[in-house]
């Protein structure tokens, strides 16, 4: 707080919340001093707050902005850091009237979301753990994937099965794109049948303690004809080629920029639509991102994914993904489910 | 919009964006114009929107909000609708930069919420059937209730049924909370063993086209002693008390207030730590409140949760929740599990 010139640190983003408090309820405010932290939250955690976090907790009825305001109001709090990406015009308004003028808000972004960027021992262990249940899940329905079952029907045993491994939910709305679906990126499971001679996307994570995992895969239901497999080859040595440069020191639009070299020498460059990868923590999508125009240099300790893919409107899309822990001179890889084209039925 | 005295609407909250759009992807910012409506967002749904939406779409590399800008500084839009609480003061610094200093912004709050409370006929046949969907659920997984299960094991369950039955995912991390987790009104399923002589809350919903359902239900695992027996019976008062007075027309802190009042004269007034209800849609909690201070006259098409609870820290937890349609000498209810205490084993 003193290297960033502040008295105060209003923190509102739940998982920086968690990340600095221990605090796993869904709504609070965190005001940090150089007294102490006071939690302030609603009396739904009243028993909750006190086994978990050592923060002061206060317990509002009412707006837990404008309580965090008038609180920083009686400290007399002058240079107050506040998260301007997570705070809304609304709450920066109560807070100019509970503060008061003489407050100077100092936009305070991407610190707490930095240093969660990089992963210790005990954040690893558990995401190691996420990566194991969404792989094992994943192997175990490929029995069912047949022409005839439906997506849904696909997705519920992926998400039953994460959770019987302990998951404590799925990471995102998984999605299951069977045919032409695949072709939306984000083709969220739905009730279409899978039928013979298709691709199909399978896109999952589990949340485990707290921390996400997040695997793609992408099978054939029938025997590949050769345009599928040479998509499928492209997309694999498109996540190679991203693999072969992951290291610490690296930065990371050099990541995408492998990634997408090898796609565009396909003649695949304009199917490929999204950007490589993303950072995966107590966030599904976190810092680092791995997209052209991003300078940062990637440091050991952060997990990304590598995820190239490639769509083709009408026909399916094709995308594999893993989660990478970044070191000094590579990376450990959490999911290990093979990245080879499986044909089924 | 006239009537607003806007020239222009910029829309953030992704839930209206889909609500006036059709647009049902994660990225989006909705600007609307007296010539139509453009929605901006990322190269993933280029496919998506033009199937889902009949507004304009731009596919945007970079940030949407100051696409968004850049379009509205070339219509020449002065007066611009902005939802306040949704956006955050980064994006509004965005906008101050691509619109331009002549722009007049007015905080527009609100207004697609209060549309969205009452439902159409269209949205409650979805609604009735996702409530179904999560009674069934919760009924079939009642013989597996025993001593020994896991906490996560019924959440797992429960999910899979309700995948099953196709609902898109859970309406919010399921809760079972066993004996003294109970106490937590929101006690995420835990790997926790249920025991003998305990109550066990479920709080879990469907998500189905978009729509929630939530439902909660208590029951005890063994044979209730007389205390267990009267907590249940003054909370099912307390749920039968509000559904007495639930019709358009009244107030919303009416409702909250009469099962507060029969919380409070059975001595359990300051067990009831939350507000009895809100509503329900394309968001877990939208609007009404129903709640301490919530002036607003309920109307007829609004669906809300009734869910008086008791938490007795040490002992346990009591809820009932049900979901009802508003209508205008009375209520509809979706959810039509036992409201009666079910004891097992």
Redesign the interface.
């Given at each position: 707080m003193e290297r960033a010139g502040v008295d105060a640190l209003l923190v509102s983003h739940l998982p920086n919340i968690f990340y600095i408090s221990g605090f796993?309820?869904?709504a609070a405010i965190l005001v940090i001093e150089g007294a102490g932290a006071t939690l302030f939250t609603?009396?739904?955690?009243?028993?909750?707050d006190s086994e978990e976090t050592e923060a002061c907790v206060e317990i509002v009825r009412g707006s837990l902005v404008a309580a965090a305001g008038r609180h920083l109001a009686g400290s007399g709090a002058r240079r107050i850091g506040?998260e301007?990406?997570?705070?809304?015009?609304?709450?920066?308004?109560t807070l100019d009237k509970t503060v008061g003028r003489r407050a100077r808000w100092i936009?305070w972004?991407g610190k707490i979301e930095a240093a969660r960027a990089v992963k210790d021992a005990g954040e690893l262990a558990i995401m190691r753990e996420a990566a194991r249940i969404a792989c094992s899940s994943w192997e175990e329905i490929l029995p069912l994937v047949k022409p005839g079952v439906l997506e849904?029907?696909l997705?519920?045993?992926l998400?039953?099965r994460m959770?019987?491994k302990?998951a404590?939910?799925?990471a995102f709305?998984?999605i299951v794109g069977s045919g032409p679906r695949g072709?939306?990126?984000?083709a969220?499971?739905s009730?279409r049948a899978v039928g013979k001679n298709e691709l199909v996307v399978f896109d999952l994570g589990a949340i485990l303690r707290r921390y996400s995992s997040d695997l793609t895969r992408t099978v054939f239901v029938g025997r590949a004809p050769a345009e599928v497999r040479r998509w499928y080859k492209a997309v694999l040595r498109a996540q190679s080629a991203a693999r072969g440069v992951l290291r610490a020191g690296v930065s990371a639009h050099q990541v995408d920029a492998m990634a997408r070299s090898v796609l565009q020498r396909a003649g695949l460059g304009k199917r490929f639509?999204?950007s490589t990868g993303h950072g995966l923590g107590l966030e599904i999508h976190e810092m680092p991102r791995l997209a052209r125009g991003e300078k940062e240099l990637l440091q050991a300790g952060m997990v990304v994914t590598l995820e190239p893919g490639v769509?083709i409107?009408g026909k399916g899309g094709i995308r594999i993904e893993d989660d990478a822990l970044i070191t000094a001179d590579g990376a450990e890889y959490l999911t290990h489910a093979t990245r080879e084209l499986i044909e089924l039925g």
């Open positions: 796993t309820g869904s609603d009396s739904r955690y009243a028993i909750q506040i301007a990406a997570r705070v809304t015009m609304s709450q920066k308004s936009p972004d849904i029907e997705a519920a045993e998400e039953f959770r019987r302990g404590s939910g799925p709305d998984t072709a939306l990126p984000h969220l499971a009730p639509v999204h769509y409107e």
